[in-house]
């Protein structure tokens, strides 16, 4: 696959902002300004990218609860997220829904979900919902490895593959359902094989490596569009904090920290940085820039969610229904 | 700039944590994500990172130190950086978390459609059905007149409504219009000077009876003013006051979570009456104040607990706390309740300042005066029922202390002393302890020492006055 | 006058509605050939093919869960949960994703989405298939709860719900599907929050659901002869609940009773009972009586299940209880 120097340099930005953005948040969550849980991406960010970076805006994801990177890889603005973490009125959600619950329709992006499979149905209707409307919109649907054991897994690669809905089931497989290791919660090694059961395509790839999740998400993408089903494309990574920012010592109750080591070794930045180095895409001066830009880009989201106003008492009461009647279009 | 390094938030159910070990030293170069200190929360170390690259200027918040999450406990500075005046008093600053949320405020809106009305008046032994209970209220008629016609005698709307058609003439007169009454009750009433308004009639139609009457005297002559009979009371059910309630949670709270163990000793208490009579005169020129044999037991109390610090102790979680200052409390008896404001250092004070800071506390005490500190700084509590005539009693723990000494009255005893009978002045006095906290064997040692120190006051107060 | 049973007026509901409105699929168990085990989807799969009308998979997470996503993407989906009991396995879309996301996003995400079930005991099918824990989702917030007692309230209350923009637990009673009334052709709404007064009187006020709002009339007429009036209120969705209607008739007649067929503890009764004591405290002229299953699970022995099911028996009993205030 052929990108543009263009397309490439986005990806990395996009990687960065995802870094950068996690990050603050390590600091913001103990300074106690972000309420709440927070579930970080760092370590993980070229799923997200590598994945959305086949989608058009008017294409769906569903997310999860550690969706920060998969909101922003979809094109979600950080002030927004920001001000959301914050539980600020000018958040996403109106301070309503916090780190786990972003979601901005209009982009596409059906929701970040607290419950683990809680978004795979959901990406099966709108996979049903593109393929009844006749329009070439595919779903990108992320999960862990944990929530492939989830009974709505299987119910919904099972449904995508009845109706050969448009939809890519991306597993991110960073090897821990919280704190239980994949060896304990299954026996395969593979989850992309339980593809077999729905006989639809699977295939496995290394997540940290940014080229060869677009790659595979590319051709899944394809697949979808065109009106031939689902694919499901596991992407093995590892996620570098904590389960949640608080879980000590960023979960040595469940592994060790040498354990991290080498896949902080295999940051999927810094891996994606020397292809772009090695090719001429960028120099160091431009990732310079590139960085600087991204930062500034945090701070000012970090101000303007600390400059927005908490919700009124009063707001509570709003948006537990549609005021709008629809009925016939 | 400086950067301050905050405890931080450790997931959603940690408040409190301890720095066990700086990693990092006053002075020494710190990279962004090296682990700088180790804290543990909820039995969990945890290392934790440097939030900023540069020097660790300022520990503001020592190891082992346990602290509210948030809490700065120390400032990163650049290289060659002074840092701002604030911290370098060192005084630990507490950040609030989340500012805005204001749950307090959803329970009201959650509650707001409480009717008023709910909160209807205690109302005896009278069943009624609430629409007969409002129509009653609004027409200030009392349902002990009516009878019910409901099951088990329960009075229905329509009691109330055909007792006020048949009474409408008395109900709807005017004040001062004459009640209907019995011939006899209404000479009795005269006689008595009893305005007959005032009585509750039980006859037919509500007709005021000798009987009522009679009723309504004695009423008057045990009633206080401004207070109900107290034989009103039985069969009432009164809600608790708010210092009641506290109490109530309190003493519960102690009761039923920390193990009480009690001891009793017999002091004998003849010497140290004789040293109080000696000074007593000299010490109010000095402190304008008469020296009780309380502020003697204040002050032994305070003595005693300085070498036995576990009767100084609380529990906190697993940990036990020793109080850094002895606090020595004295239970005061209001009407409401009891309160308890401490004599703050009773170990260092002299006598006089002690007898002068009890009179003022006991005053205030009595006029609802005391500050919040006053009341809350106690480390130990000393309650006395001497002046009921009580012998020796239990008491439970003013929470979280570990210690409480109970005094009971002075007592003459009869004993033998060099083969001829006497009389000694012998006072009992009982210490209740959280078993938690101190052992049977540090209870009773206390308790040697302390009867030690009133049986031979001079050497126990000489040199401390 | 035209008179068409239950599962006839919700048929025909769905039909005129999906002819005017594109946006609607149907998915559930067995709904297409079958028509539906209670043949409310009958004929739909033949009028409107295999791709609004959905048979799945056993699988209410997965197809209750995709009626969430469908309607977050621009179609307004029914799903049939072919009885209540097995809304439990699909539990988490229904009370995390379809009733919170519009809340949880702001208001950025709706969910035009009618989820049909059904309640009721008296079929012989036992503890897993007859239960009545309607009252379970008028506990959950974002959801509405409609509770049609008779063919010409099913008709209008699904016209309404799927007008509204918003979830909606469409809860129909098995027992009724049979059951005959006069329902217009012509297409009619009737507003969600509204309670219908289906006979006025003023001693008693009944408030009832479902197969209890028949069996509350025939014990009404019966007490009439003994110039007893009771008035019959039943509040057709019981989320929104006409909250007013209620109030004003207790204020009316100081008296009531609640009839549901949801057991008693915790259930709808008790919502209504407090209520009432909370708001219209000195109005009330007698003790507050529930009507309702006993607290077991449904048996399966017919004279058990027959004396499980909340009848006329029980109604009549409480209104005498009720009369000896009166």
Redesign the interface.
Same mark, same amino acid.
């Given at each position: 696959m052929v990108l543009s120097k263009q397309k490439k340099v986005e990806m990395y930005r996009r990687m960065l902002k995802i870094r950068s953005f996690e990050e603050r948040i390590v600091d913001l969550y103990a300074r106690g300004l972000v309420p709440g849980l927070a579930h970080l991406y760092i370590g993980e960010e070229a799923v997200a990218v590598g994945a959305c970076a086949n989608l058009r805006d008017d294409d769906y994801i569903t997310s999860t609860h550690r969706g920060h990177g998969h909101v922003i890889a979809k094109g979600a603005d950080v002030k927004f997220m920001m001000a959301e973490l914050f539980g600020k009125t000018t958040g996403y959600c109106k301070g309503k829904g916090g780190s786990m619950h972003i979601a901005d329709v209009d982009i596409g992006i059906l929701g970040a979900n607290g419950i683990a499979g809680g978004g795979l149905p959901i990406a099966v209707g709108a996979g049903l919902s593109s393929k009844y409307r006749k329009t070439d919109q595919v779903t990108i649907c992320f999960f862990g490895d944990g929530a492939s054991n989830n009974g709505t897994f299987h119910e919904s690669l099972n449904l995508a593959a009845v109706h050969k809905l448009p939809v890519i089931f991306t597993c991110e497989n960073n090897q821990y359902a919280i704190s239980t290791e994949q060896t304990t919660h299954q026996t395969i090694k593979d989850i992309s094989i339980r593809s077999i059961a729905y006989d639809i395509p699977g295939v496995t790839v290394e997540g940290n490596d940014l080229m060869a999740v677009y790659n595979a998400l590319n051709e899944a993408v394809q697949r979808a569009r065109n009106g031939r089903g689902p694919t499901l494309v596991e992407c093995k990574t590892y996620r570098w904090r904590g389960h949640h920012e608080g879980d000590p010592n960023l979960g040595e109750r469940y592994r060790r920290r040498e354990d991290i080591k080498p896949w902080i070794e295999k940051c999927p930045i810094k891996r994606f940085e020397k292809v772009l180095l090695k090719e001429r895409v960028l120099d160091q001066a431009k990732i310079d820039e590139i960085k600087n830009a991204v930062q500034k880009e945090i701070d000012e989201a970090v101000e303007f969610a600390n400059a927005s106003p908490f919700p009124k008492n009063e707001d509570i009461y709003e948006d537990v229904f549609e005021e709008e009647m629809g009925g016939s279009r | 700039m400086a950067t301050e390094v905050v405890l931080p938030m450790l997931g959603i159910t940690v408040e409190k944590g301890k720095i066990l070990k700086w990693i990092k030293s006053e002075g020494e170069r710190v990279e962004k994500g090296e682990s700088i200190f180790e804290v543990e929360a909820d039995k969990v170390t945890t290392e934790v990172e440097s939030p900023a690259s540069g020097i660790l200027k300022k520990i503001l918040v020592p190891e082992n130190l346990e602290v509210p999450v948030l809490t700065v406990v120390g400032v990163i500075t650049a290289e060659g950086e002074e840092i701002q005046e604030k911290y370098v008093a060192g005084k630990p600053e507490i950040v609030e978390p989340f500012k805005g949320a204001a749950p307090e405020v959803l329970v009201s809106a959650a509650s707001a459609e409480v009717s008023e009305t709910m909160a209807s008046e205690p109302s005896g032994s009278v069943r009624a059905v609430p629409a007969a209970r409002k129509v009653a209220r609004e027409y200030g008629i009392d349902l002990s007149l009516i009878s019910g016609s409901g099951p088990g005698g329960t009075i229905l709307k329509k009691d109330v409504e055909n007792y006020m058609a048949l009474e409408r003439a008395e109900i709807t007169a005017p004040k001062g219009k004459e009640r209907r009454a019995t011939p006899l009750a209404r000479r009795l009433a005269e006689k008595e000077g009893i305005p007959l308004e005032n009585v509750s009639g039980t006859g037919h139609h509500g007709r005021v009876t000798k009987m009522d009457v009679l009723k309504a005297s004695e009423k008057g002559k045990t009633a206080l003013p401004g207070e109900a009979p107290a034989e009103t009371l039985f069969g009432k059910t009164i809600p608790m006051s708010r210092m009641r309630r506290v109490i109530a949670r309190r003493i519960s709270q102690s009761a039923f979570t920390a193990p009480h163990i009690y001891f009793f000793t017999d002091v004998e208490m003849g010497r140290l009456i004789q040293l109080r009579d000696e000074i007593v005169s000299e010490y109010e020129d000095q402190f304008g104040v008469r020296i009780s044999i309380n502020d003697f037991i204040i002050k032994a109390v305070g003595l005693t607990i300085r070498e036995y610090p576990m009767l100084n102790a609380s529990l906190d979680g697993e940990n036990i706390r020793i109080n850094p200052e002895i606090n020595v409390g004295l239970a005061v008896a209001l009407e409401e309740g009891l309160i308890v404001p401490a004599i703050p250092r009773a170990d260092r004070y002299g006598l006089g300042d002690i007898a002068r800071m009890r009179v003022d506390l006991v005053e205030r005490s009595r006029n609802g005066k005391l500050t919040i500190e006053e009341i809350e700084r106690g480390t130990f509590t000393i309650s006395s029922l001497a002046q009921f005539g009580i012998t020796y009693f239990t008491a439970i723990l003013n929470p979280p202390q570990s210690g409480i000494l109970t005094v009971g009255k002075l007592d003459e005893k009869l004993s033998l002393i060099n083969g001829e009978v006497r009389t000694k002045q012998v006072t009992r006095f009982g210490l209740s302890v959280d078993h938690r906290i101190v052992d049977g064997a540090v209870a009773a040692a206390f308790l040697q020492a302390f009867k030690g120190k009133l049986e031979s006051p001079s050497s126990a107060f000489i040199q401390l006055t | 006058m035209r008179e068409i049973t239950y599962a006839q007026a919700i048929n025909e509901a769905l039909r005129e509605?999906m002819r005017?409105?594109s946006?609607i699929?149907l998915m559930g168990e067995d709904i297409g050939r079958y028509g539906g085990i209670f043949q409310v989807t009958a004929g739909l799969l033949d009028e409107f093919g295999p791709?609004?009308v959905?048979d799945?998979?056993i699988?209410e997470?997965?197809?209750?869960?995709?009626?969430?996503?469908?309607?977050?993407? &621009?179609?307004? =989906?029914v799903a049939e949960v072919m009885f209540i009991d097995f809304t439990t396995c699909a539990m988490?879309?229904i009370v995390?994703?379809m009733a919170k996301?519009?809340?949880?996003?702001?208001?950025? &995400?709706?969910v =035009?989405f009618v989820l049909r079930t059904n309640i009721g005991a008296g079929r012989g099918a036992a503890a897993q298939h007859s239960q009545s824990f309607h009252s379970f989702f008028m506990h959950i917030?974002?959801l509405?709860v409609a509770t049609p007692a008779t063919p010409y309230d099913a008709k209008g209350l699904m016209n309404t719900a799927?007008?509204?923009?918003?979830p909606v637990m469409f809860i129909e009673h098995k027992k009724l599907f049979i059951t005959k009334g006069h329902v217009p052709e012509e297409s009619y709404s009737i507003p969600f929050g509204k309670a219908d007064i289906k006979r006025e009187g003023n001693d008693i006020t009944i408030v009832a659901t479902h197969a209890l709002v028949q069996k509350s009339l025939n014990v009404a007429e019966e007490m009439s002869q003994e110039g007893i009036n009771i008035e019959i209120l039943d509040p057709r969705t019981i989320s929104p609940l006409d909250k007013e209607a209620i109030l004003n008739s207790v204020k009316k007649t100081?008296k009531l009773i609640t009839a549901d067929e949801g057991c008693v503890t915790g259930g709808f009764g008790s919502e209504i009972a407090a209520t009432v004591a909370?708001?219209a405290?000195?109005?009330?002229?007698?003790p507050i009586i529930r009507v309702g299953s006993p607290d077991t699970p449904v048996p399966f022995s017919p004279p058990l299940e027959q004396f499980y099911i909340p009848g006329e028996d029980n109604i009549r009993e409480a209104v005498n209880k009720i009369l000896?205030?009166q």
């Open positions: - | - | 509605n005017r409105n946006r699929i791709e609004r959905i799945t998979p699988s997470a997965g197809f209750v869960g995709t009626c969430v996503g469908a309607a977050m993407t &621009g179609l307004h =989906p988490d879309m995390n994703q996301m519009h809340y949880m996003s702001g208001g950025r &995400g709706k =035009p917030s974002g509405k799927l007008a509204d923009e918003n100081g909370q708001e405290f000195d109005y009330l002229e007698a000896e205030y």
